[in-house]
């Protein structure tokens, strides 16, 4: 009896090296898969837990740097993290949008929150809030719009 392979024949993407699925999208389940390794397949498919963290390091460093122009400061920084979210969101082939909205607002709130560090020991928890949301909207707007153009330049008329 012959054997049969599978193979996989897909270009190289960014997506494929940010997923955290290990590849068996379209393999069978086996009842000798347990409950926990199929639920975490799932879980792997709705957030990725190694693309966030590109991401939030991405973003942040996008925000620090973005935000060393003297006049514009802090709009300066999340105007990059808007531009650099938008390439994320461009260069990936699956919609990242919530992952990229959620390591928006951990960059943006630490980051705000570290260079605003004297308002902080002042008012506290909003200063980290102010960051948090305004990171959480530059972001997700970012990778929306950068998914809508790949899908615009892709798909057929």
Not at 94 to 119: M, R
Request: no cysteine; glycine share 14%; aromatic share 8%.
């Amino acid at each position: 009896m012959t054997q049969r392979t599978r193979t996989r024949e897909t270009d190289t993407d960014v997506s494929d090296l940010l997923n955290d699925i290990d590849g068996r999208e379209g393999a069978e389940e086996t009842s000798s898969e347990s409950y926990t390794s199929r639920a975490k397949k799932r879980a792997g498919n709705l957030f990725s837990v190694r693309y966030f963290g590109v991401a939030t390091l991405l973003l942040g460093v996008a925000m620090f740097f973005g935000g060393v122009i003297p006049i514009l400061g802090s709009v300066a920084g999340l105007v990059a993290m808007f531009a650099v979210s938008f390439v994320l969101g461009a260069v990936t082939s699956d919609s990242k949008i919530a992952e990229t909205a959620v390591a928006g607002g951990v960059a943006g709130g630490v980051v705000f929150a570290l260079k605003n560090i004297v308002a902080l020991s002042v008012a506290g928890f909003p200063i980290f809030a102010i960051g948090l949301v305004a990171g959480l909207v530059a972001g997700g707007l970012g990778a929306y719009f950068g998914g809508d153009l790949r899908d615009g330049l892709t798909k057929d008329l």
